[in-house]
């Protein structure tokens, strides 16, 4: 495995720190890392309301990347409450779609990082309907 997502899981888990900030919203329990083209690490954390109004860690993650002037996505990691990894949700499938038309089939996404495996998103979304 790539050193990078030691360096990416160690920056996710630094922001992993579930908490409740008031009656009505939670944060923290999932965190993420994404590695832009330029080699900076980005983290988010997901923020859940009582409405809807709340975003998943690699969203925010992504946002955080955005907010800093980059726009290219080449790994994505995300930690779960217990430590372990999985795949982006559909909505966070459908941002990296939208940011990279056309080149977001080779982003790649850490599924399991106690095994190391690593898939592409094209993969997890091999007919999508952005090319």
Known sequence: MENIWTEMYEAAEAVLNARRVSEYVTCG????????KSGKIYTGICIDTCSTLGICAERNAIFNMLTNGEHEIDKVLCLLPDGS?????????????QLMAGKYHDIEIMLDYSTGRVVKLGELTPEWWIK
């Open 29 to 36: 329990e999932v965190s993420a890392a994404v590695l832009s």
């Open 85 to 97: 990894s999985g795949a982006p949700c559909g909505a966070c499938r459908e941002l990296m779609v």
